[in-house]
C-alpha cells in the first residue's frame, strides 16, 4: 500500500481554477501509475486524467482541454490543475497509485492505493 494525501480542494464559482495537490512516496512516483479521480454523490467514480507511456497528460472527455496533471518528482507531489470549472465538476477528488501500468489507465479497478479525497464544489 501507498500513501497519498490529497489537498486544494475547496468552493469556487463556474470559471474559475482551483489547483489540487497529492504528496506521496518516491515509490509512488517511480513504479506503476498515478492518476486522479473523482465521485459525485450517487454516482461511480470515474477517472479524471493520468499520464500515457510517454509521459504525456491523458484525460477523460469531459475535462480534457480544462484540467491539466503535472508531477514534481523532486518534491514527490502530482497535481491537477483544473480551470474553466463547471457545475458538473462538483466531486469529491481522489489521488491513486497503481502498482503495475493498466491496460486501461482511467479504470479504477487497476489501482490499489487510495487517498482520502478532497472535496471541490463550483456553483453557478
Known amino acids: 500500500q501507498v500513501r497519498l494525501t490529497e489537498s486544494g480542494g475547496g468552493s469556487v464559482q463556474g470559471g474559475g481554477s482551483l489547483r489540487l495537490s497529492c504528496a506521496s512516496s518516491r515509490f509512488a512516483f517511480v513504479t506503476g501509475r498515478l492518476a486522479w479521480f473523482r465521485q459525485a454523490p450517487g454516482k461511480e467514480r470515474e477517472g479524471v486524467a493520468t499520464f500515457d507511456e510517454s509521459g504525456r497528460g491523458l484525460y477523460a472527455g469531459s475535462v480534457n482541454g480544462r484540467f491539466t496533471i503535472s508531477k514534481d518528482t523532486a518534491m514527490n507531489v502530482l497535481y491537477l490543475q483544473m480551470d474553466s470549472l463547471e457545475v458538473g465538476d462538483t466531486a469529491k477528488y481522489y489521488c491513486?497509485?497503481?502498482?503495475?501500468?493498466?491496460?486501461?489507465?482511467?479504470?479504477?479497478?487497476?489501482?490499489?492505493?487510495w487517498g482520502r479525497g478532497t472535496q471541490v464544489t463550483v456553483s453557478s
Open positions: 491513486a497509485h497503481a502498482p503495475f501500468v493498466p491496460e486501461a489507465p482511467l479504470s479504477p479497478s487497476a489501482y490499489k492505493s
